[in-house]
């Protein structure tokens, strides 16, 4: 298939940022986490973390509602489907779930932290919308729906939404609870990993790669692994130094195994 330069460049730039991410990960180069526990206030230029999760979220809904609807297929009912999923995420992730956080008082988060991800965010707004309006002609008939990609992929997006939605939920649960402090989650997926919502992030992300057999979706999904598997691993040793009766059993991100 002969993608637009535009397309291309925008494809390689978040796989070479993912590659790049994880190497310097694997080679614990020390890449400063710029926010939530562990940050340290190292940085100097803040903003208030709700509106953080706006500005940076933000680019992804509007990137990718103005190609879906701009690009030359048309919005047949496969499109608009994988349109309502990516906006059922996004558009929870805009005006809803910054505004539920239970934020420690006088937390901010450094400016950068949205400025960088919403550069990612549009650039994924933008590959996933090109895609669907520009390049994916399976998804011009009907019959779309019947597939086996289209029927695993909604399953594994509605999985991952749940999961996700319910461990974020219990983590602002928790907070409201004990407001300038953190404290051990357990129910749900907290049984067998620490952080439940990364794991359910990233089955939206394949099962949307998947709904829509798209290249562009695939990319994000790794990207998001990339970023997520290792912050989780981070977040699971600083739960066990912090609390010395952490549930021993507990993996990081991926039942029993990780
Ligand atoms: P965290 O788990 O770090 O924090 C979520 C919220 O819960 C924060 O307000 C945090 O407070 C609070 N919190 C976390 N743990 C505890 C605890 N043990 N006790 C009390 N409060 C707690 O999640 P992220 O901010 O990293 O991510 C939030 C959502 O965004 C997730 O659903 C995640 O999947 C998604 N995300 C997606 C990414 C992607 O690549 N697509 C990238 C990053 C996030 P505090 O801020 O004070 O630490």
Redesign the pocket.
């Known amino acids: 298939m002969d993608y637009s330069i535009a397309f291309t460049a925008a494809l390689i730039f978040v796989f070479v940022a993912s590659v790049a991410w994880i190497i310097l990960k694997l080679l614990r180069l020390n890449v400063p986490v710029v ?3 562990h940050e340290a206030g190292q940085f100097r230029f803040r903003i208030p973390t709700r509106l953080s999760w706006v500005l940076m979220e933000a680019p992804a809904a509007l990137f990718f509602a103005w190609f879906v609807f701009t690009g030359p297929l048309p919005a047949t009912a496969p499109v608009i489907v994988l349109f309502i999923m990516w906006q059922l995420h996004y558009c929870h992730r805009v005006f809803i779930y910054p505004f539920q ?4 008082p006088g ?1 901010t988060t450094p400016a950068r932290m949205p400025l960088f991800g919403a550069v990612i965010c549009a650039a994924c707004g933008y590959l996933n919308g090109d895609f669907i309006s520009r390049y994916a002609t399976h998804l011009q008939s009907n019959d779309w729906f019947y597939t086996p990609a289209f029927i695993i992929g909604t399953f594994l997006f509605v999985l991952g939404y749940i999961i ?1 939605k319910v461990a ?1 939920r219990t ?2 649960q ?2 409201k609870n004990n407001s300038d402090t ?4 357990f129910g749900g997926a907290y049984r067998w990993i620490s952080c439940p ?2 794991l359910g ?1 990233i089955i939206i992300w394949i099962g949307f790669s998947c709904a829509a057999w798209s290249i562009a979706g695939i990319t994000f999904a790794f990207m ?1 692994a990339a ?2 598997i290792f ?1 989780a691993i981070e ?1 699971h040793r600083w739960y066990h130094d912090r609390f010395a009766d952490y549930p021993q059993e507990r993996k990081a991100i991926i039942p029993f195994i990780l």
Do not use: A, C, F, V
């Open positions: 926010y939530g526990r956080l239970q934020i420690r937390s996700n974020d983590l602002i928790l907070r953190y404290s051990i989650p919502n990364y992030e998001t970023n997520l912050r977040n």
